[in-house]
């Protein structure tokens, strides 16, 4: 830890650095301007007759003041050119490390040149800031930073953050800014916290469940993760009242774009709208239409007859009731969450799961609790939710480790200095997400998957956990996703004994290069289930009476009654 310290203070002395662009290529080329002037000097001075008068000592030393002044006065006009940021040439193959290995190539470059680094891109200067004490400013002085809407749009940069639907399907009432944007949140807000999120999550878990793993599954869950998630979200967002064939199709269209998202990571031409997602957007829409005309007449039925089938948190409701939106907006926004609420939260809470099925110990603890709170049947009583504190250690810890969303933009609205770097006006301003959470200043020992970090009662270190951006902008699915993520879970563990399969690795550091979120570069996270059903345990109360339970027993003291693939009690 100490020599972690040092670490941060050497990296405090910011090494700007200086990339090679298009543009920085001109202020390089003063070297031979300024040995040539020297000799013009000499030249000069001659012409005009005045070395004549001049030892060649004092010429020497007049020199070679002129020279060291001309540097000072050229590297000054230089930082203001190029907006304070200087240093060391770092060249093609620091950009290269960046755009193949993303945010792994991040954490080395920040390592090794500090807090704030510019690299050029096609599309200008892109300048990469990672976790400290000023992150937080970046977020909330608004005077300085804005969000910038087309950050997930701007393909074929360092910065292309392609999360290929949202930016093709444009609109979306996020994209507002100031006033407008925080009374559009202000509306909506109340969804986020839709006190269904959670039965909905595990009547999804366990539709998914009985139909695709059935007893005992081997293979990849993050395809099954991404469907509950989604068949939740719809749920919630449809107001109970889309059809299966909706249902069907939203899901069909999300899968397309996942494809098209996985097929082209990396090829530039894969950011192009085609006719075909035009079709896929309009049939979304299609499904916003048919639900937005079941809320309205059920506010109808409820105004007349002071009854109607509407849930007073649902979306669509919550919009049609302030009377701001258009129909359009709202199918919009509609779109817009079942693409946002889908992806993120499948890829985290899998990542979550397979870091603890590495680190068996964890998964037991977690097992354990999950047992103990809910001892009495198979069942996850939605109510009791909120007491599994190590499993939302856990979760927090999955979002620090393995962050889905890769970068966060800001737009600087006004020149400014952040860890003494000026930033210039109009400057693509990205928050490093994974070497902010892994930055070794911050986070002892940060390669390691470990809940007790986000223990309850302890205070997340400043700068150290930006998973969902933060500020006025930040993400609102948030609460959302921690009571899904938490319904997942432990809805898993208390259904399935969880190991990883010995003859499939998963390296969950990997993903694809060119993606917003870390979808892994295999495409999947695989893991090996076994239902815990048909086993029995007993335990003593504190009377000394012995209980029967139903689940795993992770205190090694259950009887199965059903051998499991992995032998006796299930380990
Ligand atoms: C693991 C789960 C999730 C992660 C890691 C995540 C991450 C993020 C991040 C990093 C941002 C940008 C924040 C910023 O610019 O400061 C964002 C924005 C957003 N997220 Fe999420 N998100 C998750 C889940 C969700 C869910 C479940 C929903 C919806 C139900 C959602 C809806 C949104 C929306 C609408 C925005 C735009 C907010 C704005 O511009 O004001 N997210 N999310």
């Given at each position: 830890m100490k020599s972690d310290k040092k670490r941060w203070k050497a990296s405090q002395q910011i090494v700007h650095i200086l990339v090679k662009t298009r543009k920085s290529t001109q202020p390089l080329r003063v070297m031979p301007t300024l040995s040539q002037s020297f000799f013009n000097f000499n030249l000069s001075s001659r012409l005009l007759g005045v070395?004549?008068?001049?030892s060649p000592q004092t010429l020497l030393v007049v020199t070679l003041s002129f020279f060291t002044l001309s540097f000072f006065i050229l590297l000054k006009v230089n930082k203001r050119w190029r907006g304070?940021?200087?240093?060391?040439r770092v060249g093609d193959a620091l950009y290269k490390e960046v755009l193949e290995k993303r945010h792994h190539g991040m954490i080395s470059v920040h390592e090794k040149y500090g807090e704030v680094v510019s690299f050029p891109t096609p599309s200008g200067t892109v300048i990469f800031m990672r976790g400290n004490?000023?992150?937080?400013r970046v977020f909330t002085d608004t005077k300085y930073f804005a969000k910038n809407t087309d950050t997930w749009s701007?393909?074929?940069?360092?910065?292309?953050?392609?999360?290929?639907?949202q930016p093709m399907y444009k609109?979306?009432?996020?994209e507002t800014t100031g006033k407008e944007h925080n009374e559009n949140r202000k509306t909506i807000n109340p969804f986020f916290a839709h006190p269904l999120m959670i039965h909905s999550t595990i009547k999804a878990f366990n539709q998914y469940s009985d139909a695709r793993w059935g007893e005992e599954f081997t293979g990849d869950i993050l395809d099954d993760f991404h469907s509950i998630v989604k068949f939740a979200m719809v749920e919630l967002l449809g107001s109970y009242c889309l059809t299966e064939d909706d249902d069907a199709l939203l899901k069909r269209v999300i899968m397309h774009f996942v494809k098209k998202n996985v097929d082209g990571?990396?090829?530039?031409?894969?950011?192009l709208l085609t006719k075909k997602d035009e079709e896929m957007f309009l049939e979304m829409e299609a499904v916003a239409d048919r639900c937005l005309e079941h809320v309205k007449a059920e506010m109808t039925t409820k105004a007349n007859?002071?009854?109607?089938?509407?849930?007073?948190?649902g979306l669509v409701y919550l919009m049609l009731k302030s009377g701001k939106y258009s129909d359009q907006a709202i199918k919009e926004l509609f779109v817009n969450l079942v693409v946002a609420g889908g992806e993120t939260p499948a890829l985290a809470c899998c990542k979550t799961l397979a870091a603890m099925a590495q680190n068996p110990a964890i998964l037991e603890r977690a097992a354990q609790e999950v047992d103990d709170t809910?001892?009495?049947?198979?069942d996850i009583d939605p109510s009791k939710i909120d007491r599994l504190d190590y499993l939302d250690a856990c979760i927090m810890e999955g979002l620090r480790r393995?962050?889905?969303?890769t970068i966060v933009g800001r737009r600087v609205v006004k020149e400014t200095k952040v860890c003494g770097v000026t930033v210039p006006k109009d400057s693509n301003l990205q928050v490093s997400v994974h070497a902010a959470h892994m930055n070794p200043a911050v986070w002892d020992n940060p390669d390691a998957f470990n809940p007790e970090r986000f223990a309850k009662g302890k205070e997340i270190p400043?700068?150290?956990?930006?998973a969902f951006g933060l500020?006025?902008?930040?993400?609102?699915?948030k609460r959302a996703y921690m009571k899904m993520a938490k319904a997942i879970l432990a809805c898993m563990l208390k259904k399935y004994i969880v190991v990883e399969d010995p003859n499939t690795k998963n390296d969950l550091d990997s993903f694809m290069p060119n993606r917003f979120v870390a979808w892994p570069s295999e495409g999947h996270v695989t893991l090996k289930m076994v239902q815990r059903i048909n086993v029995n345990y007993t335990t003593k109360n504190n009377d000394g009476d012995v209980d029967t339970h139903f689940g795993a027993d992770f205190s090694r003291q259950f009887v199965p009654t059903r051998r499991s693939a992995f032998g006796g009690n299930g380990r």
């Open positions: 070395s004549s008068d001049l304070g940021i200087v240093g060391p004490e000023e992150l937080e701007a393909a074929g940069t360092v910065s292309d953050v392609n999360n290929l639907i609109g979306s009432l996020f990571a990396g090829d530039e031409k894969a950011t007859e002071g009854q109607g089938n509407v849930h007073e948190k809910f001892p009495a049947s198979a393995y962050a889905p969303a400043k700068g150290g956990f930006v500020g006025g902008r930040a993400c609102p699915g």
